[in-house]
């Protein structure tokens, strides 16, 4: 059911700091911060050849990583983004099959204009997971 790996995504006290280290210390091609309100992050991508990372920086006082960054100051990974070719169908089979889909369980629309959900990372290994369409 999944399919590509969208992006690999890291939480981080400073963005710009984080910024800085993959453009010019790895020498990695990275886009321009986007806040991301409805999510309560910022948002950076450093693009790979075979994939993404997502640099992510808390937007507001209720940020879904503030938590994240509290038991891990220095930052770390925060979740793996897959994509599928028809979310709700996966959104289905996954609850079917006991997954916890988190929030309204409805998509919403993430940083590439795309449906996305996330399920719980008790469910599966320790991983919080991103789902976008493909
Ligand atoms: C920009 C849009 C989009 C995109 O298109 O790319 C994004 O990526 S937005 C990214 C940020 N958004 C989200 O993370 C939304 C989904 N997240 C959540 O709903 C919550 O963060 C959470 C995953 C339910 C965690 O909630 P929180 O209140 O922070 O923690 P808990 O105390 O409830 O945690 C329970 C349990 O889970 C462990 N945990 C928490 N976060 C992670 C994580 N990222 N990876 C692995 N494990 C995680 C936490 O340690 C707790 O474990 P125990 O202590 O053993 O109970
Ligand atoms: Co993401």
Redesign the pocket.
């Known amino acids: 059911m999944i399919g590509r790996l969208?992006?690999v995504?890291i939480?981080v006290p400073d963005l710009e700091a984080a910024v800085a280290t993959y453009r010019d210390t790895l020498g990695a091609e990275v886009s321009a911060v986007v806040a991301?309100p409805?999510?309560?992050?910022n948002?950076v991508f450093v693009l790979l050849p075979n994939t993404k990372v997502?640099l992510?920086g808390v937007l507001g006082e209720n940020?879904?990583?503030?938590?994240?960054l509290e038991?891990n100051p220095d930052g770390g990974?925060?979740?793996l983004?897959y994509e599928v070719d028809d979310i709700r169908a996966a959104r289905d089979r996954l609850v079917a099959a006991g997954a916890r889909v988190?929030?309204s369980g409805e998509p919403?629309?993430?940083?590439?204009g795309?449906p996305?959900l996330?399920l719980?990372?008790?469910d599966f290994l320790?991983?919080?997971v991103?789902l976008?369409q493909a």
């Open positions: 969208n992006h995504a939480a991301q409805e999510h309560g992050v948002t997502e992510l940020s879904p990583i503030a938590k994240f038991r990974i925060h979740h983004c988190l929030g919403r629309i993430g940083a590439h795309k996305v996330f719980h990372p008790k320790g991983t919080l991103e976008e």
